[in-house]
Protein backbone atom coordinates (compact mmCIF):
# COMPACT_ATOMS: atom_id res chain seq x y z
CA UNK A 1 0.00 0.00 0.00
CA UNK A 2 1.20 3.64 -1.17
CA UNK A 3 1.59 5.82 1.90
CA UNK A 4 2.82 9.48 1.35
CA UNK A 5 4.83 11.30 4.29
CA UNK A 6 4.66 15.16 4.16
CA UNK A 7 6.76 17.65 6.73
CA UNK A 8 8.11 21.16 6.30
CA UNK A 9 5.32 22.96 7.49
CA UNK A 10 5.32 25.94 10.28
CA UNK A 11 4.27 29.36 11.07
CA UNK A 12 5.73 31.81 9.10
CA UNK A 13 5.42 35.83 8.20
CA UNK A 14 4.18 37.13 5.34
CA UNK A 15 6.89 37.40 2.52
CA UNK A 16 8.62 34.67 3.78
CA UNK A 17 9.34 31.11 2.29
CA UNK A 18 8.79 27.46 3.15
CA UNK A 19 9.57 24.02 1.64
CA UNK A 20 7.44 20.97 1.84
CA UNK A 21 8.75 17.81 1.50
CA UNK A 22 6.83 14.37 0.55
CA UNK A 23 8.12 10.63 -0.22
CA UNK A 24 5.84 7.75 -0.88
CA UNK A 25 6.56 4.39 0.32
CA UNK A 26 5.55 1.31 -0.50
CA UNK A 27 6.11 0.66 -3.90
CA UNK A 28 9.37 -0.42 -6.10
CA UNK A 29 8.08 1.68 -9.22
CA UNK A 30 7.96 5.52 -9.81
CA UNK A 31 4.09 7.28 -9.17
CA UNK A 32 3.27 9.10 -12.20
CA UNK A 33 2.40 12.63 -11.08
CA UNK A 34 2.75 13.73 -7.05
CA UNK A 35 2.28 17.38 -5.94
CA UNK A 36 0.26 19.08 -3.41
CA UNK A 37 -3.45 20.38 -2.26
CA UNK A 38 -4.51 22.13 0.07
CA UNK A 39 -7.54 23.34 2.10
CA UNK A 40 -8.41 26.17 4.33
CA UNK A 41 -10.91 26.12 6.75
CA UNK A 42 -14.60 26.13 5.37
CA UNK A 43 -12.80 25.75 1.90
CA UNK A 44 -13.15 22.84 -0.48
CA UNK A 45 -9.55 20.80 -1.20
CA UNK A 46 -7.71 22.87 -4.19
CA UNK A 47 -5.24 22.27 -6.35
CA UNK A 48 -1.39 23.99 -5.56
CA UNK A 49 1.10 22.36 -7.59
CA UNK A 50 1.45 18.28 -9.21
CA UNK A 51 4.34 17.41 -11.55
CA UNK A 52 4.41 14.29 -13.51
CA UNK A 53 7.98 11.80 -14.23
CA UNK A 54 8.15 13.53 -17.13
CA UNK A 55 8.52 16.59 -15.93
CA UNK A 56 5.16 18.01 -16.95
CA UNK A 57 3.84 20.58 -14.19
CA UNK A 58 0.56 22.24 -13.02
CA UNK A 59 -0.24 24.99 -11.28
CA UNK A 60 -3.22 27.23 -9.41
CA UNK A 61 -2.74 30.51 -10.96
CA UNK A 62 -3.03 31.93 -7.34
CA UNK A 63 0.21 30.57 -6.61
CA UNK A 64 2.32 30.21 -10.14
CA UNK A 65 5.70 33.04 -9.94
CA UNK A 66 5.34 32.14 -6.59
CA UNK A 67 5.53 28.40 -6.03
CA UNK A 68 7.61 26.06 -7.36
CA UNK A 69 7.31 22.22 -7.75
CA UNK A 70 9.85 19.54 -8.12
CA UNK A 71 11.08 15.90 -8.39
CA UNK A 72 13.79 14.83 -6.13
CA UNK A 73 16.46 12.95 -7.33
CA UNK A 74 15.52 10.16 -4.65
CA UNK A 75 12.33 7.93 -6.63
CA UNK A 76 8.97 8.95 -5.38
CA UNK A 77 9.74 12.58 -3.69
CA UNK A 78 8.31 15.84 -4.52
CA UNK A 79 9.00 19.35 -3.18
CA UNK A 80 6.56 22.44 -2.78
CA UNK A 81 8.99 25.44 -2.22
CA UNK A 82 6.75 28.61 -1.45
CA UNK A 83 7.88 32.20 -1.81
CA UNK A 84 6.38 34.99 -1.09
CA UNK A 85 3.66 33.57 1.04
CA UNK A 86 0.76 35.71 1.47
CA UNK A 87 -2.19 34.95 4.78
CA UNK A 88 -4.75 33.69 2.12
CA UNK A 89 -2.23 30.33 1.78
CA UNK A 90 -3.00 29.32 4.96
CA UNK A 91 -4.25 26.29 4.66
CA UNK A 92 -3.49 22.29 5.77
CA UNK A 93 -1.33 21.02 2.70
CA UNK A 94 -1.47 17.50 1.57
CA UNK A 95 1.39 15.68 -0.70
CA UNK A 96 -0.49 14.08 -3.58
CA UNK A 97 -0.30 11.04 -5.97
CA UNK A 98 -1.87 9.31 -8.99
CA UNK A 99 -0.34 6.33 -11.09
CA UNK A 100 -1.13 6.27 -14.58
CA UNK A 101 -4.28 5.70 -15.86
CA UNK A 102 -5.39 3.22 -18.68
CA UNK A 103 -8.01 2.65 -21.35
CA UNK A 104 -10.02 1.42 -18.13
CA UNK A 105 -9.74 4.51 -16.31
CA UNK A 106 -8.11 6.64 -13.87
CA UNK A 107 -5.06 6.01 -11.90
CA UNK A 108 -4.90 5.19 -8.39
CA UNK A 109 -4.86 8.42 -6.30
CA UNK A 110 -3.15 8.59 -2.50
CA UNK A 111 -3.23 11.19 0.00
CA UNK A 112 -0.76 12.29 3.17
CA UNK A 113 -2.09 13.20 6.41
CA UNK A 114 -1.63 17.01 6.00
CA UNK A 115 0.99 19.39 7.34
CA UNK A 116 -0.47 22.72 8.48
CA UNK A 117 1.22 25.95 6.90
CA UNK A 118 0.14 29.13 8.87
CA UNK A 119 1.02 32.60 7.31
CA UNK A 120 1.12 35.73 9.42
CA UNK A 121 0.28 38.88 8.76
Known amino acids: QVQLVESGGGLVQAGGSLRLSCVAS????????MGWYRQAPGMPRELVAT???????DFADSVKGRFTVSRGSARNTVFLQMNDLKPVDTAIYYC???????????????WGQGTLVTVSS
Open 51 to 57: VTTGGRT
Open 26 to 33: GTDYSVWQ
Open 96 to 110: YGQELGTERGRGAEY
